[in-house]
């Protein structure tokens, strides 16, 4: 009789027989949560409608344009003037509610003083003022500017000793022969020197990246050329390049310490360099914070917290490194496999991209698809004050009658059409689906490569009996197979995320509450579903390498996952960790030499190319840039390497697991793997 199997069918399937022409287990599938498929296409074609919906009932111009009295959009006029600024509480307003003051559509802000008594004097002065005139209304004009709203707004200053000037005057007369204070104004655009300042600062920043972006392009080719390098180089140096890696990141860190301390020592006795950051405030030139010590003493505080814990995570996990590095040589290895793996972020990018701008067009649609409402304004006492009118028969209306004074005027845009009361709901679908579907986005990349990896892994003669073009055949299993069960795990991912932004949402209506009770139960309600999404991104990430692995439906892939990762609670917490450790550290050093590289270069401290750096207003611009740019572009890399580790690390306990190195159940891991954990194949070896 033939010996009873260790690993029973029951548990793990049709159990491993040796077969020198054996693929692995991850062709032996079939179609997978059939009913959450159905539902994603159902739920897509929604999403379509609702988009259709949208385009037909929105319209764009209502972000991009201001709209008038009439509820015209400022188009050839594309500027909107108030008569009554005082009447305004803040520019807030003015973006998004009407403000209770007559507005007309002008081509250019008021720049000068001018009463109507002053403008009847002479023929220039009328005609000028006939510009920012709206039937019998009369108003005062002193000089305004163009905000980047769109806007007409008062032109207010702030010298020195806190005196708030316009056009220059503290204060001017009006058409009533009363002297308004400047300070009054201040109130009603008590933003508009915030607005300024953030236009200028805007505008100083793209000047920069018209003098940079060729160099800031250049900095992310080189960012790219680096991490390629890096991954070539793990290739073939895995594990001196891990002790380099290492290394490298004390050293800049330890240089990034040195800098700062320099800095702040050379500021030492300057004046003013001992102002703190909190007596400064918010400064829109940043370069001041550069030039007080609190500032270099903050980042060498920083720098040092981040190099003791490394250096400490190092001396404690010095022993896990030799297993984590064979990790990271075998995954080097079955990159170098399958190399086109490497570019397969460029299609994840490209699909995000496109369910981001889907989702952003159809909200501005949405929320623009709104039609205008016209409410009575006056100035004086009216009991249809604010009610809603119809302004081509508002003349005709006893309303005028009663209130001479009153006007139909455009309100805000609303609706009282089924499809209005409903947008809310549209904008939550919008919403929603834009999570579910990002979502499906990054699971389908996970189970793409995480098939292509795992036939590597379960190819017991490498590379004889990996598959030809394995990125192309995974992605073609996971369409075709597993597109519910990515939906599944996706759609589970979703309601946890509209979960927080709603949590989110209640936050900030709740930040003026002064129910200690309701703030406390919010903040742990945040903290939990912080977390369970954190659990559930883990829990789905291994639940698709075991979809990949053995086209199980998506609760069975996530059930066996979990349960093998507490069975070998160890080594995840540890061994897992270590190489996503490792990696990090590898995505650190190339944003490090990348971002101290244009450091340099940028401020001009590199003598050789001291003439070809541009002349910036701030330098921060193009370095940050390229330091984010470098960063994403190392994170596409090594997500790729990260999700090989990952893969092969489960590959890899499952092995141990199934396999117990005789001839009928040999280990598919290296021989690297096998030495370290003292095990061998009986009679037979694997190929490396």
């Not at 009928?664 to 037979?684: C, Q, T």
Request: with cysteine; glycine share 6%.
């Amino acid at each position: 009789m033939e010996p009873e199997e260790k690993n029973p069918e029951s548990k793990y399937g049709d159990p491993r027989k040796f077969d020198p022409t054996f693929k692995g287990p991850i062709y032996n599938r079939g179609c997978t949560d059939i009913l959450c498929c159905i539902l994603f296409i159902l739920a897509l074609l929604g999403y379509f409608a609702v988009g259709i919906l949208a385009w037909s009932q929105g319209d764009p111009r209502k972000v991009l344009y201001p709209t008038d009295s009439k509820g015209q959009f400022c188009g050839q006029k594309p500027l909107l003037f108030y008569f009554n600024i005082l009447k305004c509480a803040s520019p807030l307003v003015l973006l998004e509610f009407q403000c209770p003051t007559t507005q007309i559509c002008v081509e250019r802000c008021p720049d000068k003083f001018m009463t109507l008594v002053k403008a009847l004097r002479k023929e220039d002065d009328r005609e000028y003022y006939k510009q920012f005139s709206f039937k019998s209304y009369k108003t005062c004009l002193f000089p305004h500017i163009n905000y980047i709203t769109r806007r007409c707004l008062p032109a207010l200053e702030t010298l020195k000793g806190g005196v708030v000037v316009v056009g220059n005057k503290t204060t001017f007369t009006d058409d009533r022969g009363q002297n308004i204070n400047a300070t009054d104004l201040l109130e009603a655009s008590k933003k508009s020197n915030v607005v300024v300042e953030a236009r200028a600062v805007a505008m100083r920043i793209f000047e920069d990246y018209t003098q940079s972006w060729h160099w800031i392009l250049l900095g992310l080719v080189i960012a790219m050329l680096v991490s390629l390098m890096f991954i070539l180089l793990l290739r073939c140096l895995a594990g001196v390049m891990v002790w380099v890696m290492i290394i490298m990141v004390v050293i800049v860190i330890g240089y990034g310490i040195f800098h700062c301390y320099m800095q702040y020592a050379s500021l030492k006795g300057q004046a003013g360099s001992d102002v703190t950051i909190k007596d400064l405030g918010l400064q829109t030139d940043f370069s001041v914070y550069l030039q007080i010590q609190q500032t270099w003493l903050a980042f060498m505080i920083i720098l040092c917290i981040v190099e003791v814990v490394i250096i400490l995570l190092l001396i404690f996990l010095r022993k896990r490194l030799l297993i984590a590095i064979a990790l990271i040589k075998e995954a080097s290895k079955a990159i170098g496999h399958v190399m086109s793996s490497l570019f397969y972020p460029l299609l994840t990018f490209a699909l995000l991209s496109l369910v981001i701008a889907y989702w952003g067009i159809t909200a501005v649609f949405l929320s623009t698809s709104n039609e205008p409402v016209y409410k009575v304004f006056n100035t004086t006492e009216c009991m249809y004050s604010r009610d809603t009118c119809n302004p081509e028969t508002f003349n005709s209306s006893n309303i005028t009658t009663e209130c001479p004074d009153a006007e139909c005027l455009f309100a805000f845009y609303g609706g009282e059409t089924l499809y209005h009361k409903y947008l809310i709901l549209f904008q939550f679908y919008n919403l929603f689906l834009f999570f579910w579907c990002a979502n499906f986005v990054t699971a389908l990349g996970q189970v793409t490569l995480a098939g292509a990896f795992a036939s590597y892994y379960w190819a017991f003669k490498k590379p004889d009996d990996i598959p030809a073009f394995p990125v192309f055949n995974s992605l073609g299993r996971a369409l075709r197979y597993h597109t519910g069960s990515l939906a599944f795990g996706s759609l589970i991912l979703a309601i946890v995320q509209v979960i927080r932004v709603i949590l989110e949402y209640l936050d900030q209506k709740l930040k003026g509450a002064q129910n200690k009770c309701a703030k406390f139960l919010l903040s742990c309600l945040k903290c939990c579903f912080w977390c369970l999404e954190k659990f559930i991104k883990f829990l789905n990430r291994n639940a698709y390498i075991m979809v990949a692995i053995y086209g199980k439906n998506f609760c069975t892939s996530a059930k066996d996952a979990f349960f093998l990762l507490m069975r070998n609670i160890i080594r995840v917490a540890v061994l897992d960790k270590v190489t996503d450790f490792l990696l990090f550290l590898g995505k650190l050093l190339i944003v490090g030499i990348v971002g101290i590289c244009s450091f340099f270069f940028f401020t001009g401290k590199i003598k050789i190319v001291e003439d070809a750096a541009p002349s910036l207003n701030y330098y921060w611009v193009p370095i940050l840039t390229v330091v984010f740019g470098a960063y994403l572009i190392a994170h596409g890399f090594f997500s790729v390497y990260a999700m090989c580790v990952d893969t092969l690390f489960l590959c890899f306990l499952e092995d141990l697991e199934r396999n117990d190195g005789t001839a009928d159940r040999p280990y598919f891991m290296p021989e690297r793997l096998l030495s370290i954990l003292k095990k061998s194949n009986e009679g037979v070896k694997t190929v490396d």
